[in-house]
């Protein structure tokens, strides 16, 4: 059994550690258990009963999509807020130099027109 834990470990290791993944691996744990049991009952070793379970459990790349749904949606929700950050405050940026530019030029050019008018 120490087997199929630290096989169990190494596919939830990459999955946040929540009370979520924990019922998960939980569950399971309890399941591939009780199917190592029976296979035990019908004569199998503990190992060739391990090995076997791990065979036809495969991985659980279905249901670690199934778990990062809510987490995905959450760091799409984040990205968009800092693209929208992002946004904002370049176009701040761009607004406030044009700004400056404008008030430079009309500081700069008004005067030697209005100059030109007095002579």
Not at 47 to 58: P, R, S, Y
Request: net charge negative; proline share 3%.
């Amino acid at each position: 059994m120490k087997r199929l834990n630290m096989y169990l470990d190494r596919l939830f290791e990459d999955l946040p550690n929540s009370e979520q993944t924990v019922k998960v691996k939980e569950e399971i744990t309890r399941d591939l258990e009780e199917k190592v049991a029976d296979l035990i009952e019908e004569g199998k070793t503990e190992e060739d009963a391990v090995n076997k379970v791990i065979v036809e459990f495969g991985d659980i790349e279905e249901i670690k999509r199934e778990m990062d749904l809510p987490q995905n949606t959450f760091n799409r929700k984040r990205e968009l807020a800092r693209i929208n950050l992002n946004f904002s405050i370049w176009g701040s940026v761009l607004i406030i130099a044009l700004a400056v530019f404008i008030n430079f030029y009309y500081f700069i050019t008004v005067p030697k027109k209005l100059n030109h008018f007095r002579t």
